[in-house]
T-cell receptor, first 115, second 112 residues
Framework: KAGVTQTPRYLIKTRGQQVTLSCSPI?????VSWYQQTPGQGLQFLFE???????NKGNFPGRFSGRQFSNSRSEMNVSTLELGDSALYLC??????????????FGNGTRLTVT | AQRVTQPEKLLSVFKGAPVELKCNYS??????LFWYVQYSRQRLQLLLR??SRESIKGFTADLNKGETSFHLKKPFAQEEDSAMYYC??????????????FGQGTILTVHP
C-alpha cells in the first residue's frame, strides 16, 4: 500500500507570493491533517479535513487555508508568504471517525523556503 | 489547552545500556498517547500507542495517569535506535482524530 504522498518535495518562493501544497492520503484514509515543522516551534497542527470539511484548526493566521476533495486528496495554500513561513509542511492521513485509536501516517513533507 | 513536555532535548547512551525517554503531559480529559520516531532521512512514523500496550523494536511505554507521564523505555539500546523521538497526545472522545499535540522531541544517540 502506497504511503502518504506530498508534492512538491521542495519549493522556493519570494515574500508576498502564494503557494499551494498537495497531499494524497493512503488509500482508504479519509482524514487528512497538516502540520508545520520548524526548528524553533517543532511540530504544530495547522488543520484537519474529513469529508471535504475542515474539522479542526490550529492557531495560524487566515493566510493558511486548505481544502479536501471528494477523493480525500488535500491541498493547503499559504497566501502573502512571509519569511517566517519557511518550514517543512507535513501531511498526515488516518482512517477518520469511527476508527478508534487510528494513528496518523505522515508523508515526507514539502520543504518551503521563502526568500 | 493540552501540552506535551519532553524535558530532554538530547540523550546519549552506550549500546546495551537501558534508555528512558521522558514524556509528561497536561490534559484535563482522557488522552490518547503516542510515540513517533524519525530516523535520519526518513518520514515520521508511529512507534507506539498507549492503547495497544505493545512492544515495538523492544520499546515499551506505560501511561501513568497519576503522574501524567508516558515515558518510553528500552532495556538494551541498539545503535539503530538513534533517531528523533516525539511524544504526542490526542484528545480522547474521537472528535480530534487528526489533531496531535507534539512534544519538542528528544534526539537519542546510541554510541557503539
Amino acid at each position: 500500500k502506497a504511503g502518504v504522498t506530498q508534492t512538491p518535495r521542495y519549493l522556493i518562493k519570494t515574500r508576498g507570493q502564494q503557494v499551494t501544497l498537495s497531499c494524497s492520503p493512503i488509500s482508504g484514509h479519509r482524514s487528512v491533517s497538516w502540520y508545520q515543522q520548524t526548528p524553533g516551534q517543532g511540530l504544530q497542527f495547522l488543520f484537519e479535513y474529513f469529508s471535504e470539511t475542515q474539522r479542526n484548526k490550529g492557531n495560524f493566521p487566515g493566510r493558511f487555508s486548505g481544502r479536501q476533495f471528494s477523493n480525500s486528496r488535500s491541498e493547503m495554500n499559504v497566501s502573502t508568504l512571509e519569511l517566517g513561513d519557511s518550514a517543512l509542511y507535513l501531511c498526515a492521513s488516518s482512517l477518520g471517525p469511527g476508527a478508534y485509536n487510528s494513528p496518523l501516517h505522515f508523508g515526507n513533507g514539502t520543504r518551503l523556503t521563502v526568500t | 489547552a493540552q501540552r506535551v513536555t519532553q524535558p530532554e532535548k538530547l540523550l546519549s547512551v552506550f549500546k546495551g545500556a537501558p534508555v528512558e525517554l521522558k514524556c509528561n503531559y497536561s490534559y484535563s480529559g482522557s488522552p490518547e498517547l503516542f510515540w513517533y520516531v524519525q530516523y535520519s532521512r526518513q518520514r515520521l512514523q508511529l512507534l507506539l500507542r498507549h492503547i495497544s500496550r505493545e512492544s515495538i523494536k523492544g520499546f515499551t511505554a506505560d501511561l501513568n495517569k497519576g503522574e501524567t507521564s508516558f515515558h518510553l523505555k528500552k532495556p538494551f539500546a541498539q545503535e539503530e535506535d538513534s533517531a528523533m523521538y516525539y511524544c504526542a497526545l490526542r484528545e480522547g472522545g474521537g472528535t480530534s482524530y487528526g489533531k496531535l499535540t507534539f512534544g519538542q522531541g528528544t534526539i537519542l544517540t546510541v554510541h557503539p
